[in-house]
């Protein structure tokens, strides 16, 4: 299978019915690199910039960052990188930094949260990828943003370092786009005032379900109770996916939802045309799109979502289509 996912590479990655869909990777570290081309993948959807505060015995410089983040889009040339903020606090600690002791650590002092307070660590973040990517196009996108107000925040930090670029007689990038992830479900009742700031959102599928159903990603005993393909999650990334593409602003989804293949399916009936996913589902999900005809997905699709909840089995249904395509 891997030999004919190989095959796949070099063909455009479009729907049978003519589709095209932007199938792109997540990667984190240096070795992940290679997989943006060896997949034929179209960019890097999400760059976990925490993991290489994780790896780290110490914090990384900003001379550390830059450097890397040098490399991210060396190796990535012509095609697009997103790059996100710091996502650490929480369960992503650093044992190398002073940490507090959280009750409920996926709800506390992390990501943009831990950004806007401590507004350092993320100026100096920002200001190694707006060097890294002088001359050229930056895509720069927030975690677990939960209120519009924390999107305007953080974008005016990356203005401010824009200024002080320009003064100091820097080569700034060529473009910078700003984007936030859609995994907070408060963020989905302020889509309108978000989606008239940004450039782009990418749903982080992960936390997104965790906090809609209230179910702890990493525990077991408690994620095998909600199916990720059921009327109340499908709806809500279907709204998402609407919202965005009427106020034209570009839609993606990065968590392990699109790293499977009937996820991915039910995502293109959704309306999503563009995904990020792990380098080893690139394959199969894109073997999956090749043979996929979306018009007649969403058409599938459609009543399931508008029939009472619980009284069909969505998934059984996206298993038999898939089955018959
Ligand atoms: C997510 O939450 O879906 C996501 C992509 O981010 P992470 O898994 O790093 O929290
Ligand atoms: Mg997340």
Known sequence: RQEQYRELRDKPCVTRDGQPIDLMINAGLVIDLPHIDDTGSSGIGLFRTELQFMVGQSLPRTSEQLSLYRTV???????PVTFRTLDIGGD??????????EENPALGWRAIRLGL????????????LLRAASGRYLRVMFPMISQVDEFDQAKLVIERELTYLRQHGHTLP???DVGT???VPALLYQMDELLKRVDFVSVGSNDLFQFLFAVDRGNSRVTDRFDTLSAPILRALR???RKANAAGKSVSLCGE???????????IALGYRSLSLSATAH?????????????KAEAMITPLLDAPAGSVSIRSKLMEFAEAE
């Open 92 to 101: 992503k600690a650093l044992p190398y930094m002073d940490t507090i002791v």
């Open 283 to 295: 394959g199969p999900v894109k073997a999956l799109i090749l043979d996929l005809d979306a018009k």
């Open 239 to 241: 709204d998402i996916a």
């Open 174 to 176: 060529e473009r910078v």
């Open 257 to 267: 939802m699109a790293s499977q293949p009937l996820g991915a399916l039910a995502l």
């Open 117 to 128: 307070d401590r507004p350092g660590l993320l100026r100096g973040q920002i200001r190694a």
């Open 73 to 79: 889009l060396d190796a990535a040339g012509d095609k």
């Open 181 to 183: 992830m859609v995994e």
